[in-house]
């Protein structure tokens, strides 16, 4: 909407959301009417500054808004591939800590256009603004960036088959990249039987695949060599920390340099 009044109109006819024109973002009584409308609002921010984007924010939840999406990209008539900026999203995302689409507006009629919006999905876009119109050939109003019906239902198609490519934006193992932790990744396992007391070497420890791979962090050789071992480990069996005695060392105040693998003991002062 454009202003008040058909803000009012479009509240009456109950609508579920508002989108924010870039024009208006700087519109102070219309903002302030749709934060007061309680409705989901898409801000598009794509020729503003972030000051205004900033202001504009401000504005709207002081009003009452609450879900708020900012949507880079603007209307070149078309929209050049390089004036696209798609990484642009992962930075609007950093700065205000909000979902963050992307509004297309490349040429309708090319095969970039079609890829545009699986490219923006992959670059973090939340949400994803397209145009369509019933036939390009009419040149009907932003026809430049218009999607025919066909060409459309592709795109939609694209990002729906590779939207579960993204995955959850996590550093957590997933199940299927634990099974292929277990099946791929070398561990330090034992070359021969080993025994309580035995103080482990280059000789006694390899770096293999094992059948049953050990859980949590995997030991690193080099933290391995020198240490006394605890307790039995088989053939080929995966070296955990429980294997291995702990280093402890006393050390007064003013020491300040300790080997990483090293649990400091803070010599106190008697009563």
């Known amino acids: 909407v454009f202003g008040v009044d058909s803000a009012n109109a479009a509240v009456g006819y109950g609508i579920d959301g508002f989108k924010v024109h870039t024009a208006d973002v700087t519109n102070r009584g219309l903002l302030e009417r749709l934060g007061a409308s309680g409705r989901p609002i898409l801000v598009s921010v794509g020729g503003s500054t972030w000051v205004e984007t900033a202001e504009a924010l401000t504005t709207l939840r002081d009003a009452g808004a609450e879900t708020l999406v900012l949507m880079p990209g603007f209307q070149g008539y078309p929209t050049a591939l390089e004036h696209s900026f798609l990484r642009r999203i992962q930075a609007l995302r950093a700065k205000f800590q909000l979902p963050v689409g992307y509004a297309s507006h490349a040429d309708g009629g090319s095969d970039e256009a079609g890829w545009l919006p699986v490219l923006a999905a992959a670059a973090g876009a939340d949400v994803i603004e397209v145009h369509v119109t019933v036939d390009r050939e009419a040149r009907g109003p932003d026809y430049q960036s218009s999607f025919d019906p066909a060409p459309l239902a592709s795109v939609v198609?694209?990002?729906?088959?590779?939207?579960?490519?993204?995955?959850?934006?996590?550093?957590?193992?997933?199940?299927?990249?634990?099974?292929?932790?277990?099946?791929?990744?070398?561990?330090?396992?034992?070359?021969?039987?080993?025994?309580?007391?035995?103080?482990?070497?280059?000789?006694?420890?390899?770096?293999?695949?094992?059948?049953?791979?050990?859980?949590?962090?995997?030991?690193?050789?080099?933290?391995?060599?020198?240490?006394?071992?605890?307790r039995e480990v088989a053939?080929?069996?995966?070296?955990?920390?429980?294997?291995?005695?702990?280093?402890?060392?006393?050390?007064?105040?003013?020491?300040?340099?300790?080997?990483?693998?090293?649990?400091?003991?803070?010599?106190?002062?008697?009563?």
Do not use: C, W
């Open 157 to 230: 198609q694209r990002l729906r088959a590779f939207t579960p490519a993204l995955g959850p934006a996590t550093l957590d193992l997933s199940d299927a990249e634990r099974h292929y932790r277990a099946v791929h990744k070398k561990f330090v396992v034992a070359t021969g039987p080993l025994h309580p007391g035995d103080v482990v070497t280059a000789d006694h420890i390899g770096l293999k695949r094992t059948g049953e791979p050990p859980t949590g962090q995997a030991l690193d050789v080099h933290g391995v060599l020198g240490r006394r071992l605890t």
């Open 235 to 271: 053939t080929h069996a995966a070296l955990v920390p429980a294997d291995l005695r702990a280093r402890v060392v006393a050390t007064d105040r003013k020491s300040t340099r300790l080997n990483s693998s090293h649990v400091a003991l803070s010599r106190m002062p008697s009563s």
